[in-house]
């Protein structure tokens, strides 16, 4: 129950941390833009930030894949099959020796997630609805008799 608040909670923090890395490195830029004599400097905080900015981006589909693989699990769903060509579900990430979920395969997924939940979610629904009208007519009968 709690995994997915845990999920939204890490994405939320790893996405603070992508706007305030933006800032940081955009204000270090115009600090460097003022004196053209840097522009060497600049260069190199660019490739920086480029991979500060790749390692935020590798963390989020870290967290993205293991929380929709544990749906998939949990739902008994099927992962997409472990192939790293290139029109395939899966890549290494660009900043560690792991494998993460293509976007494309991450939308797939969640796809057949909220799929899967909406056919559970039907099947017990009406019954839900029936309870709920069986006691509101139980408490209405309770009313009259207790008058």
């Given amino acids: 129950m709690f995994e997915g608040l845990r999920y939204e909670f890490a994405l939320r923090q790893l996405q603070k941390e992508k706007r305030r890395t933006r800032a940081w490195y955009a204000d270090a830029d115009s600090k460097l833009l003022k004196e053209p004599k840097n522009l060497e400097e600049l ?3 660019t490739d920086v930030e480029l991979h500060d900015m790749q390692v ?31 029109g395939d579900s899966w890549e290494q990430a660009a900043t560690a020796i792991r494998y993460q979920l293509k976007p494309a395969a991450i939308a797939e997924l969640r796809l057949a997630i909220r799929r899967e939940k909406k056919d559970r979610r039907d099947g017990w629904l009406p019954l839900a609805s029936l309870a709920v009208g069986v006691m509101g007519c139980l408490v209405a009968i309770i009313a009259l008799l207790a008058k």
């Fill in 43 to 45: 260069q190199n905080l």
């Fill in 56 to 86: 935020i981006r590798d963390k989020i589909s870290r967290v993205q894949t293991t929380f929709w693989r544990d749906e998939a699990e949990r739902y008994l769903l099927p992962m997409p099959a472990f192939k790293t060509d290139s």
